[in-house]
């Protein structure tokens, strides 16, 4: 199994944890030789025993659906809750991830709005409930940090509504965990819950835009090839911007938004609703992102479909393999986008 080394729920990197100044690092273990290393990422699940705020059922679908897969760790964009400052929403996300939790498979959320709701500007009790909720992470006083997902894949999880600017302390923070990234490393995830890119008509939030600026500065000049999921949107969106994937995945229950699919987004799906999670398969070169799609209007008892897909290649795997023919006008460099309607 590729969790037996998960004797608590994940490794604490001693980097930042001995000095107790840094964010922390964990670090999921690779998979036995040969194999390829799944984890999923979604968003905007709203976890609540409130009818009004979400689809309870869909939700219930995706997350036993994601048991099934096993994947090696789960990753949260946000809104994992319905209202930060009720600890019985956390208790609904436990109570209905317990499978999971009996899987031991690691989940890492990002912050979201929704983790601040009703605090009414006074973040702490808020944050005092989403660190206790994730008491096996010793996240406590930090809001944003890294995972290390075997050796060759790097998640920096963000809070998008502390500051993302150029000198601020979260941003700064980025910077190094992307300047400094093990050689290994081929693929770097960005988690966080505002979407740098989505589609135009929801208008922006904080310092998501700033993402978009960085990277699309820098990230010709990394070894690594970068991905980004966002959530927020409720939806499925994909982009492709300056060598960067930037995803929209906020189909985890929360109520349906419409997405217009203008503006240079590539999935192409043809369906309003979406409630999904993203499946990535780690391996070797290859980065290969799915959306699995639920249907809950479904009657004909197969409500499960892979709607999108695509391959991200390591840059390492693209200089040593010339792309016969051009590329497809928009796409990012080392992406093979393969979609289905």
């Known amino acids: ?71 090696a760790a789960i990753l949260i964009g946000g809104d994992l809750v319905y209202e930060g400052s009720n600890p019985q929403d956390y208790d609904t996300y436990k109570s209905e991830t317990i499978e999971w939790a009996r899987r031991k498979i690691p989940v890492f959320p990002a912050l979201g709005n929704h983790e601040f ?83 135009p008509f929801y208008p922006r939030a904080r310092d998501e835009k700033e993402i978009v600026r960085y990277l699309s500065r820098n990230a010709g000049s990394l070894r690594a090839q970068v991905v980004v999921v966002g959530s927020h949107v409720h939806n499925y969106e994909r982009y492709d911007r300056d060598g960067v994937t930037y995803l929209v995945s906020g189909g985890g229950g929360a109520k349906p938004v ?10 192409r799906l043809t369906t309003a609703v979406n409630f999904h999670y993203l499946r990535f398969t780690l391996d070797a070169e290859r980065l290969t992102g799915t959306m699995v799609r639920f249907d809950a209007a479904d009657r004909s008892g197969n409500p499960w479909s892979e709607p999108d897909r695509f391959e991200i290649r390591a840059k390492s795997s693209l200089s040593a393999t010339p792309t016969p023919g051009p590329p497809e006008r928009g796409a990012a460099t080392g992406m093979s986008p393969r979609s289905a309607n």
């Open 1 to 71: 199994m590729h969790r037996t080394a998960l004797t608590l729920l994940c490794v604490w990197l001693t980097l930042g944890a001995a000095r107790g100044d840094q964010p922390p690092r964990f670090e999921v273990p690779a998979p036995g030789a040969g194999a390829a290393l799944v984890f999923v990422v979604y968003g905007d699940t709203r976890f609540s025993r409130r009818d009004d705020v979400a689809n309870a059922p869909a939700r219930r679908a995706l997350v036993d659906r994601i048991a099934r897969e096993n994947p």
């Open 117 to 199: 709701n009703g605090c009414n500007g006074d973040a702490a009790p808020c944050l005092e409930n989403w660190w206790t909720a994730f008491g096996a992470l010793p996240l406590r006083p930090y809001r944003w940090y890294s995972v290390s997902i075997g050796s060759a894949l790097l998640a920096v999880v963000l809070d998008s509504d502390a500051a993302l600017k150029p000198g601020s302390e979260q941003r700064e923070w980025l910077e190094r965990q992307i300047s400094n990234a093990d050689p290994r490393v081929k693929f770097i995830l960005i988690v966080l819950h505002y979407p740098p890119v989505r589609d």
């Open 258 to 267: 419409p997405a217009a699919r203008m503006f240079g987004e590539r999935s």
